[in-house]
């Protein structure tokens, strides 16, 4: 074929079209790496003969020095049908080469493309060894492979600075995608998996971190990853910024930081690009990028086997690390977007289970109202028709009448109260108080509501010789003791009510004003008990353990609610305790202790003094 015959059709095993291109290097191949047509101006000068290359695969003859990355960026063009324009070095027997490529998919008339057109250039100054050395002596020969290591790297990093980062084109194509899958989703874990796989993949980095940032937090926890084997995850794990001085660098400038290998975050040689996401101004997170950090070993026999050829760092280019803070500010705003919709979202599914509760409450104290609304109103009918058959009845009715009457007032002094107190207007007058007088008030009222249930009921006290003195309201003490008998009470069917009090001395301080110490009050029963999985529901306003159980016992469900905000507002703590269902339930609270009284220590049991 002359320079007047057409070439033949891209792909075909005849080579003399690649001639017509006019470049010096210019070759076609599939992704397995197989030439179909090769040819090289400069062939002959080199003892190369284009057609032993043809038909052969990288690796044989006329090969990348490293043909894993160089065949991944044959099957992404491939793939991606988007140019790449790259600097590599090539060898040919005991011959080292450096290229400027470009690397094109060739499309047929039908069907996807499955083969390449490379073009290439050799750069100036870049035959690194030559055929010479071989008439050198063995000294000679490890001097040379030394400049031979020093000159590739110069030659590479040097090219590689003059042009922009290889597939510039295709990461564009790439990030930009990403960028748009981000900007699609409310998902948090979609957004940091997009942003982590795809700058992975785009870049070629070997570990793509992401780690939100709380403002204050001293530590970020890596949430998304890509790694390439066979480096260790490290997802799940925090990195505390005084640990990581780079990394706080880069949230209180937000200017992206390159970290050497004595900083990295892992424990490989590698060069990080760390790269803040943020919102207005303000940092939301962290993106780190690492490229494996090998250098040649200068010792290495040129002739070893492919996979102990060295390896390159190249360096981050501006272009690469200005791509990266530009899909940076974009994840920060998709993160702030998609935080700001997950509290709107928490916000509202908390709004509506808060008013299915208070409606559920609601409709239970309600039916609590009326029913001794209804008592009232039914004993004083019978007063006012005359029904009694006698004195001794009517007087009777009339205490009923009583009763219910201050059941209803105890029961809207309870929804007043939580009232209150989730307003913020439960104002607490706090005064010495003490113990013996609060134990007494409550041990009245409970025996004889205990007798009606064949409960026993106990109280202890430790032995002292002086008074036990509380610092704390006495109203609001003796209704929280109400409520916790009373409940003890009315969930118990046998056995008995204990009610114990220890002191615990040491300095306490509330309000500006230290105490010597804290007594805990504990009311515990032998009733029906709390399962392990309701327990957390006990504390809350407006909800109940277990409607059915309210509507066979009564009850508004705020008794262990305002106990707990009126402990809490005295200085001190509520905790319930419950094996679970069957098996009874302990109450405790503490109170602050306003001075240290002396105590009376016995050597057996009896320290605890049973009040009668």
Not at 187 to 210: F, M, P, Q
Not at 244 to 264: K, M, R, W, Y
Not at 347 to 363: D, V
Not at 392 to 402: D, N, P
């Amino acid at each position: 074929m002359n320079d007047s015959t057409p070439p033949a059709y891209p792909g075909s095993n005849d080579s003399s079209w690649l001639r017509s291109l006019g470049a010096q290097l210019a070759f076609t191949q599939d992704a397995s790496g197989l030439y179909r047509g090769f040819y090289w101006s400069n062939a002959e000068n080199y003892g190369l003969n284009p057609q032993e290359i043809v038909g052969t695969f990288v690796g044989e003859h006329f090969k990348p020095l490293s043909i894993t990355p160089y065949l991944e960026r044959v099957e992404r063009v491939l793939t991606s049908r988007i140019p790449e324009r790259f600097s590599y070095p090539f060898r040919y027997g005991d011959q080292y080469f450096l290229f400027e490529l470009a690397i094109s998919p060739i499309f047929p008339p039908q069907g996807e493309p499955s083969e390449v057109l490379v073009i290439g250039r050799l750069l100036p100054n870049a035959l690194l060894w030559g055929p010479d050395e071989r008439s050198l002596n063995p000294q000679a020969i490890a001097s040379n492979h030394l400049d031979l290591h020093q000159k590739f790297l110069s030659s590479i990093v040097s090219s590689i600075r003059r042009t922009l980062p290889p597939g510039s084109e295709l990461y564009q194509k790439l990030l930009g995608e990403m960028a748009r899958k981000i900007r699609r989703t409310l998902d948090l874990n979609t957004i940091w998996n997009e942003t982590v796989n795809g700058l992975g993949l785009a870049l070629g980095v070997s570990r793509c971190l992401i780690c939100p940032y709380q403002p204050g937090n001293p530590k970020v926890r890596v949430v998304a990853e890509f790694i390439t084997p066979p480096l260790p995850p490290l997802k799940g794990r925090d990195l505390y910024l005084v640990e990581h001085p780079d990394l706080n660098q880069v949230l209180l400038t937000q200017t992206a930081v390159i970290v050497g290998p004595s900083e990295a975050i892992a424990s490989e040689p590698e060069s990080m690009l760390v790269v803040a996401t943020s919102y207005q101004d303000r940092p939301n997170g962290l993106i780190c990028l690492d490229r494996p950090g090998i250098l040649p070993d200068p010792q290495l026999d040129a002739n070893a086997d492919e996979s102990a050829q060295l390896m390159l760092l190249r360096p981050w280019s501006m272009a690469e690390i200005e791509l990266v803070q530009e899909l940076a500010e974009q994840v920060g705003t998709a993160i702030a977007h998609a935080t700001l919709y997950q509290e709107l979202e928490e916000a509202r599914q908390k709004a509506e289970e808060i008013s299915r509760i208070k409606s559920q409450f609601l409709a239970n104290t309600s039916h609590e109202l009326r029913t001794p609304l209804n008592g009232i109103i039914g004993f004083l009918k019978l007063i006012v028709d005359d029904m009694a058959e006698d004195e001794e009845e009517k007087q009777e009715f009339i205490k009923e009448a009583y009763r219910s009457a201050v059941h209803l007032l105890n029961l809207i002094n309870d929804v007043l109260d939580i009232a209150k107190i989730e307003a913020g207007k439960m104002e607490l007058d706090l005064v010495p108080v003490k113990l013996d007088e609060l134990l007494t008030g409550i041990e009245n009222h409970a025996r004889a509501h205990g007798k009606q249930k064949n409960l026993s009921f106990q109280v202890y006290k430790p032995r002292t010789e002086d008074e036990i003195i509380l610092y704390g309201n006495y109203q609001r003490l003796l209704q929280v003791l109400f409520n916790l008998v009373g409940n003890a009470i009315k969930f118990t069917h046998e056995g008995g009510i204990t009610i114990t009090a220890e002191i615990s001395e040491y300095p306490v301080f509330f309000q500006d004003q230290e105490f010597p110490g804290m007594v805990s009050i504990a009311v515990a029963d032998t009733g029906i008990g709390v399962s392990l999985d309701q327990q957390d529901k006990l504390f809350q306003s407006f909800s109940q353990v277990d409607g059915e159980r309210t509507r066979q016992y009564g009850g508004t469900g705020l008794g262990l609610a305002i106990s707990q905000r009126l402990i809490e507002a005295m200085g001190g703590e509520v905790n319930f305790y419950s094996m679970g269902e069957g098996l009874g339930s302990t109450v405790t609270f503490t109170v602050l202790l306003y001075q240290k009284p002396v105590m009376i220590f016995t050597p057996n049991s009896e320290s605890l003094d049973l009040l009668l």
